[in-house]
Nanobody, 137 residues
Framework: QVDLVESGGGSVQAGGSLKLSCTAS????????MGWFRQVPGKEREGVAT???????????????YYADSVKGRFTISRDNAETTVSLLMNSLKPEDTATYYC???????????????????????WGTGTQVTVSS
């Protein structure tokens, strides 16, 4: 069983920063895609950023990151391999970033899968319960 637990949501004024974290347990894949998606009421869930990791036996990993155009240059996705924690640092926040943010994960053979998942959230298999981010103007 895979569990994803998000933390770090909250309220901030426009221009401010927040950091979201997602800790995964039970995600036993040598190659996987994890990421952050967001949703506002009445709209489709959209991809924000994804990160593809290919773990090697020596403990090293190849990592690739992908971003939605709307957050490029403002958001940074990263991971702590030892803790299987994926973080999303959000800078220069805008009111339109207000949404419920969800962490998601799936086993993935190739990084291209992680890129395509940005526009197809149905490709992700495991989901957290979401954390609210509110940006006021």
């Amino acid at each position: 069983q895979v569990d994803l637990v998000e933390s770090g949501g909250g309220s901030v004024q426009a221009g401010g920063s927040l950091k979201l974290s997602c800790t995964a347990s039970g995600l036993a894949y040598n190659r996987n895609c994890m990421g952050w998606f967001r949703q506002v009421p009445g709209k489709e869930r959209e991809g924000v950023a994804t990160i593809y990791t290919n773990f090697y036996d020596a403990g090293d990993a190849d990592i690739s990151t992908y971003y939605a155009d709307s957050v490029k240059g403002r958001f940074t996705i990263s991971r702590d391999n030892a803790e299987t924690t994926v973080s999303l640092l959000m800078n220069s926040l805008k009111p339109e970033d207000t949404a419920t943010y969800y962490c998601a994960a799936v086993g993935a053979r190739l990084g291209d899968f992680c890129l395509s998942a940005l526009s197809d959230h149905y490709a992700m298999r495991y989901w957290g319960t979401g954390t609210q981010v509110t940006v006021s103007s």
